[in-house]
């Protein structure tokens, strides 16, 4: 069955440096996703991506982060400078298409702020 | 907004038991319902949705939810639970909207304890 994929796994970055988070997708995806997890907390939405543009972002989805989809298969989330609170897993989710289709996620990423 | 409430954030249950997790939301337009499980260090795997008809639904691995509409509830059910059915269970809802993109809003989880 076909899987979203992160990498890396875990990644520790000083506090004041930038980061980029991995994701591929399930190939013919439409829809692609970001949540984030603060240990202990609930997931969180952070935005949602069609059409090479960001459809809707919440509240936690600030200047410093952003999103892109480089090529085909490729979709990143880059949080510019990063703080202590940022430490969490960030999970990628797609979903083929419009309506109540179930977002496939990714095993995620754990961010470790130093 | 939407929001999801799961009130119990522990159920411990002995295995072969029965077991309800519970979960409401609140939203002011209608919402897809779903119930995703974690197991340690993995990511979110669906369970099973909810998005119209029969409100009565079945998932993997057994578990089934009911949908109630004049409770605005979505309570998880499975008849009898197994040591591997331990992991977190995250109860969520998206909006149904014309835009398809909408993202989850998701419970705080509900961390299924079985025990021996």
């Known amino acids: 069955e076909p899987e979203v994929t992160q990498t890396p796994s875990h990644q520790v970055t000083q506090m004041g440096q930038e980061v980029i988070l991995r994701c591929v997708p399930i190939?013919?995806?439409?829809?692609f996703y970001w949540y984030r997890q603060i240990l202990g907390q609930k997931v969180e939405f952070l935005v949602s991506?069609?059409?090479?543009?960001?459809?809707?972002k919440s509240e936690i989805f600030d200047d410093q982060f952003s999103v892109e989809r480089p090529d085909g298969s490729n979709f990143t989330l880059k949080i510019r400078s990063t703080k202590l609170e940022d430490s969490a897993m960030y999970f990628c989710?797609?979903?083929?298409?419009?309506?109540?289709?179930?977002?496939?996620f990714g095993d995620g990423t754990r961010l470790s702020i130093l | 907004a939407q929001s999801v409430t799961q009130l119990d954030s522990q159920v411990p249950v002995f295995e072969e038991a029965p077991v309800e997790l519970r979960c409401n939301y609140s939203?002011?337009?209608?919402?897809?319902l779903f119930w995703y499980v974690q197991y340690p260090n993995q990511g979110l795997q669906l369970l099973l949705k909810?998005?119209?008809?029969?409100?009565l639904v079945k998932g993997i691995n057994g578990f089934e939810a009911e949908f109630n509409k004049s409770q605005t509830s979505f309570h998880l059910r499975k008849p009898s639970v197994h040591i591997s059915d331990t992991a977190e269970y995250f109860c969520?809802?998206?909006?149904?909207?014309?835009?398809?993109?909408?993202?989850?809003?998701f419970g705080k989880g509900t961390h299924l304890i079985i025990q021996p």
């Open positions: 939203s002011s337009v209608s919402v897809y």
């Open positions: 989710a797609s979903k083929p298409n419009r309506g109540g289709q179930p977002q496939h």
């Open positions: 190939s013919n995806h439409l829809y």
């Open positions: 969520a809802v998206s909006v149904i909207s014309g835009g398809g993109a909408d993202g989850l809003t």
């Open positions: 909810y998005l119209s008809g029969s409100t």
């Open positions: 991506f069609y059409n090479n543009e960001i459809s809707e």
